[in-house]
């Protein structure tokens, strides 16, 4: 129970410094008093709860300044909020498994009022419910409590929601309530219209609620044990059960009044039960098809925009297979009252994350998505809200992939697709990420026929649906090519990351030129050409290309060509020195290479990296900024871009991003000497080196 604070004494005369002779105590004015907190004050009352839990949650959240406190097998959280009139303090103990919750709230005692500039809370004037209700110009409300002998229901420490007497006369109480629900078969046994009483008592709710105690989404129960929802919205507005709070904060003697724009007919349905009304048959069959029926079920709130079985019937056909997304569409995860569109748009998402815009023309119309209108408002459900709406919103995600490739104007790669009769596949597949050339490197696939056109296509479809958030260095996609997979990679240069670039992100070694272009089944993303399928491992591309003859025989016998056999090495970059780089080694260093396999592995190690690399996620660095990469050697070798050219330590690539199953290829146009000194720190993958004549400042672990 809350109980007034008393007041203490602050002062201390005897704190005060003494003057030093004729010369005064310049620190006077500095002890002036500190301003007491309001909430220490007259005619504040502290309520203290104290609340023990088994299970301690994992994190503990809080809305204001707080601290924590560490102890041997004992942890504590304070944290304090506030409010116009009202001071929370909330600590959090935790020990031997177990955790106490204090909450000490502050604030103004019944019948007090915070004023301005006045310390604590000041007593206000206040009369009895029914003496306020006439004052307020609810008298029609007032009166029917009166003559229905329920004036004691409004007595004592009650919240009352009244309606001004504009709506209260406008309201029928013989008329059926908002909760008839005509089903296919019959009217619900409850849906009879509610009784005067009922009707009343929905609008009185035990305790005390002033409008700094109410929060969105917040249910109360009402006298007559049905809820009322609580919602706000920008600019201030404040819903209960969708109708609109105006006067807030009325006291009375012992309560509080609050008026509102409606009646509050009592809730007595789901939004499930609210759809099986027949006229949303067909929008009901819609949602049940698509998963989405069954959630309006329970107790997760949301908003649902329906059809009436008219308006289904006006469906494009060629929106039908995108159903699912336009239909998550029209349901919000949280209540949208239409008192919350006042003069400017407002915006909220739906179950996909896309967004639905909101207004309201002159004539007071709520109209969504610049073209839906609203037909029916605030039809209130135990869980939420349903408005009628006199057509489908369709969001720009709700287009099939053949539709986006018309509108991105990639009409050769679509031109293909029909060509190798995969429009259908492309458009119906349930989850697909789509990986689109720019049209102006297509001029090889143009050429293909057959099988030999549409396997390749096939390897642009991956199965899943990946936005660039998932799009991740590493990362396999496997594709409708026979399973055959796409490999992605990314990588930030120290200078990109510092700068707060993304990481540049290929697949197949081809750059992403554009992402994210929402499907009703996925995603597409541009590529800069072409994606090609890997056919062969690492050791059987050195095997097969007559450029690494050299290499070939240099890797033969040695431990890394057992670890390329048996896929050891895991996934790679072979930086490969051509025939040419060899034949400028000394012949001392050549026959060392020839005859002793460790020197050879040795040697061919300081050339593989342990990761995939492409030449399109090397960025360029400069002093005293330089990226580096690990080799199997254990080096750190300093990667660079000027243009087009690529270095790794200062080698220049003179053929990128061969594809290999389990790697890639570079051929590089010089040898890499290994430094196991240099870069061996074993916590980092990456370090910035710093490099002036005769020194190496290496930062690692970044």
């Known amino acids: 129970e809350a109980k007034p604070e008393e ?5 201390d005369d005897d704190d005060e410094l003494p003057d030093f002779g004729g010369l005064h105590n310049i620190f006077n004015f500095l002890r002036q008093p500190a301003l007491k907190p309001w909430w220490q004050g007259p005619n504040v009352c502290v309520q203290r709860d104290v609340k023990e839990e088994e299970a301690p949650d994992s994190k503990t959240e809080s809305a204001g300044n707080g601290f924590l406190v560490f102890g041997v097998g004992i942890s504590q959280f304070s944290s304090c909020k506030h409010s116009p009139s009202r001071y929370v303090c909330t600590t959090v103990t935790t020990k031997d498994g177990k955790t106490n919750k204090s909450t000490v709230t502050y604030q103004c005692c019944h019948g ?6 006045k310390d604590g809370c000041q007593i206000v004037d206040t009369k009895s419910v029914i003496e306020t209700a006439k004052e307020i110009g609810c008298n029609q409300f007032e009166q029917a409590v009166e003559n229905e002998g329920l004036v004691d229901s409004m007595s004592g420490n009650k919240t009352v929601f009244m309606p001004v007497n504009d709506a209260f006369l406008h309201f029928k109480m013989d008329e059926p309530s908002g909760n008839s629900i005509q089903t296919n078969e019959v009217m619900f046994e409850e849906d009879k219209a ?9 609008h009185i709710v035990p305790g005390v609620y002033e409008m700094s105690d109410l929060e969105n989404e917040m249910l109360l129960t009402s006298e007559n044990n049905k809820t009322l929802r609580i919602n706000g919205y920008p600019g201030g507005v404040v819903t209960i059960n969708c109708a609109l709070v105006n006067a807030t904060d009325k006291l009375t003697s012992d309560g509080v009044i609050h008026t509102v724009d409606k009646v509050l007919v009592p809730v007595t349905h789901s939004l499930a039960d609210l759809l099986e009304e027949k006229r949303f048959s067909k929008f009901k069959k819609l949602l049940e098809e698509n998963g989405l029926f069954e ?5 997760k709130t949301a908003t649902v925009f329906a059809l009436t079985n008219d308006q289904v019937d006006l469906l494009e056909p060629k929106h039908a297979m995108c159903m699912q997304t336009i239909l998550r569409h029209h349901i919000l995860p949280h209540t949208v009252c239409s008192a919350a569109v006042r003069s400017s748009r407002i915006s909220s998402t739906d179950l996909a994350e896309n967004w639905v815009h909101m207004e ?29 709406v006199d057509g489908f919103m369709v969001p720009s995600s709700a287009r099939s992939a053949t539709d986006l490739l018309q509108q991105t104007n990639h009409t050769r790669f679509l031109a293909l697709l029909e060509k190798a009769n995969l429009k259908k596949e492309v458009d119906k597949s349930p989850e697909i990420t789509l990986f689109v050339p720019v049209d102006s490197r297509l001029d090889d696939l143009e050429k293909l026929e057959g099988d030999d056109l549409k396997n390749t296509l096939l390897f642009h479809i991956a199965d899943g649906k990946f936005d660039s958030d998932y799009l991740d260095n590493g990362v396999m996609l496997k594709t409708k090519d026979h399973d055959e997979k796409i490999r992605v990679t990314a990588k930030a240069n120290v200078l990109s990351a510092l700068m707060g670039q993304d990481s540049s992100l290929s697949v197949q070694c081809v750059p992403l030129t554009r992402v994210d272009g929402r499907i009703c089944n996925g995603y597409a993303h541009e590529v800069s050409k072409p994606l090609t399928p890997a056919s062969s491992t690492v050791l059987e591309v050195i095997e097969k290309d007559s450029r690494f003859t050299f290499l070939k025989d240099a890797l033969k016998g040695t431990k890394l060509e057992e670890q390329l056999k048996s896929g050891d090495a895991g996934t790679i970059t072979l930086l490969a020195p051509s025939n040419e780089s060899f034949k400028n080694l000394n012949a001392d260093t050549l026959e060392r290479i020839a005859t002793d396999k460790e020197a050879a592995d040795s040697f061919l190690r300081a050339h593989v990296l342990n990761d995939a690399l492409c030449c399109s996620n090397v960025g360029p660095s400069s002093w005293p900024f330089v990226s580096t990469v690990r080799a199997l050697s254990g080096a750190a070798i300093p990667t660079n871009r000027r243009s087009n050219d690529v270095t790794f330590g200062g080698v220049h690539v003179d053929t990128c991003d061969l594809i290999a199953r389990d790697g890639i290829i570079h051929i590089i146009d010089g040898v890499l000497v290994s430094n196991k000194r240099r870069g061996s720190n074993p916590f980092s993958d990456e370090e910035i080196v710093i490099r002036k004549p005769n020194s190496d400042i290496i930062l690692a672990g970044l």
């Open 360 to 388: 309201r023309t002159e004539d007071g119309t709520v109209v969504l998505d610049k073209n839906v209108k609203v037909t029916e408002s605030d039809k209130m459900a135990t869980n939420g809200v349903l408005h009628v």
């Open 295 to 299: 959630p309006l079920k329970g107790e």
């Open 112 to 117: 007090s009022r915070r004023v301005q500039g």
């Open 194 to 202: 509610p009784s005067k009483k009922d009707v009343l008592l929905n």
């Open 7 to 11: 007041e203490e004494d602050d002062d």
